[in-house]
């Protein structure tokens, strides 16, 4: 399997795309083609690894991580990932029972096992790398959880200064070792632009061997399709009838990664997108032009993107015809107010306790036609816990949030960061030694 810039080019290795995580013209990797897969091909595929391994088999077919592919699966995808009914029709995918809560474990553990396996095989990368990371909330912590003390492997992390929780901003500053935190004076948006502008620097890039580990590494992006190729499956299974998500989204590649796996050929129908008050996509959706905007701040602070990095991925899949990106979803935007209410009906109705990324999801699908609720089965995707979130959810629900115990852990860790302008120069004086002496 090769891969290609969304803005042309010659094709890569995977090694290649993983490791470089942005294309040279500055577009994202995507396959050279898509695979196809029925449900048959996943027979004897029971557990979530299992079925990431069948799944990402054929996009890493004739690499080096073809053959420690189960291994890695393994290894990176070791947690529960429960499906929990909620009432007829409807049912809520746990994906926050990771390391740090959220469902960004689960591409940035692969990411990590994978970047260290192709590390070690030798011919294409040589360490140290810098694994450059700007996170709207969660990514930073899973990725400095999954790439902290891995040998070769260095983490910068620009997370946006006072719009992230303070559970969240602990997470991406608990590390120390090979893990840098920086907060960035400006928005998520800024951050990823800090980033960006590095990998377009080919001095920077080439000095510091620099590497993504957002949604837009084709890396982390794959593997994220593999839940929703798991969950499609046992419901096949069981009904005979394709799922219908609901999909809490800010940058696009959680959304993006179910759209992927709908097209390699799994048992998945509507995909619908939550957003909150960066109504992007959504106005996207409804005039056909693209338009980024300054992000605005919101409870869903993990969403807070206005310009959202894997629309190109999905306006390239599309042919960037806006018709056919509205047959494969449609948006929901959600304020503020509409969270906390949420919030609060959830728990009232079926004792449900969400963060407010989840709600989004929740909101928007009971905002759907009941014909469309009756005659399909419905899945929000939960993208993280309550817990993260306890300065919102808890006032609202009259009620303490018991971490779980991983994040407990990492909440008791000393913390430490340094903060910086939103200037290329700041940044490349911190790139230089990682104590930003240059």
């Known amino acids: ?225 593999a839940y929703y ?22 940058n696009l590649g959680n959304a993006f990664a179910c759209i992927w796996a709908r097209h390699v050929g799994l048992p998945i129908d509507r995909i619908v997108l939550a957003t909150n008050a960066n109504t992007t996509v959504e106005d996207y959706l409804a005039t056909g032009q693209w338009l980024p905007r300054p992000t605005v701040a919101t409870l869903a602070s993990a969403m807070d993107v206005g310009n959202p990095s894997n629309m190109e991925r999905l306006r390239n899949l599309c042919g960037d015809d806006a018709a056919r990106v509205r047959e494969e979803v449609n948006a929901v935007a959600v304020s503020d107010d509409e969270i906390r209410a949420t919030i609060q009906d959830e728990y009232r109705r079926n004792g449900s306790v969400i963060c407010p990324h989840t709600a989004t999801g929740f909101f928007a699908y009971r905002r759907l036609p009941a014909v469309e609720r009756a005659h399909r089965h419905w899945v929000v995707v939960a993208t993280a816990h309550a817990a993260k979130f306890d300065t919102i959810v808890e006032p609202l629900l009259g009620a303490t949030i018991k971490p779980p115990a991983e994040l407990a852990r990492l909440l008791r860790l000393p913390a430490r960061f340094e903060t910086i302008q939103p200037s290329l120069e700041e940044l490349a004086a911190w790139l230089g030694d990682g104590t930003g002496h240059g």
């Open 1 to 225: 399997m090769e891969y290609r810039s969304t803005r042309g080019g010659p094709p890569v290795t995977v090694e290649q795309a993983i490791m470089s995580g942005t294309a040279a013209d500055g577009g994202l990797y995507v396959p050279c083609a898509l695979p196809a897969l029925s449900v048959a091909d996943f027979t004897g595929c029971e557990s979530f690894a299992e079925v990431a391994a069948r799944f990402l088999r054929p996009f890493l077919a004739a690499s080096s991580l073809e053959e420690p592919l189960a291994a890695i699966c393994r290894e990176a995808l070791d947690f529960p990932i429960p499906l929990r009914p909620v009432e007829s029709g409807l049912s809520v995918l746990e994906l926050f029972h990771g390391p740090t809560a959220a469902f960004k474990d689960v591409g940035a553990r692969f990411l990590a096992a994978a970047m260290s396996r192709i590390l070690q095989d030798g011919r294409h990368a040589r360490p140290p790398v810098t694994i450059l990371v700007a996170t709207s909330g969660d990514t930073g912590g899973a990725v400095a959880a999954a790439f902290h003390g891995r040998p070769g492997l260095r983490v910068v992390v620009l997370f946006p200064e006072g719009r992230v929780s303070p559970r969240q901003q602990h997470q991406l500053t608990c590390w120390g070792g090979n893990v840098t935190s920086l907060a960035v004076r400006g928005e998520f948006d800024d951050c990823q632009r800090l980033v960006k502008a590095a990998f377009a620097s080919a001095a920077l890039a080439r000095s510091h061997r620099l590497c993504s580990a957002n949604s837009i590494n084709v890396g982390r992006l794959l593997p994220q399709a």
């Open 229 to 250: 190729a798991r969950t499609s499956l046992d419901h096949f299974r069981q009904t005979g009838q394709r799922t219908s998500f609901v999909i809490p989204t800010g």
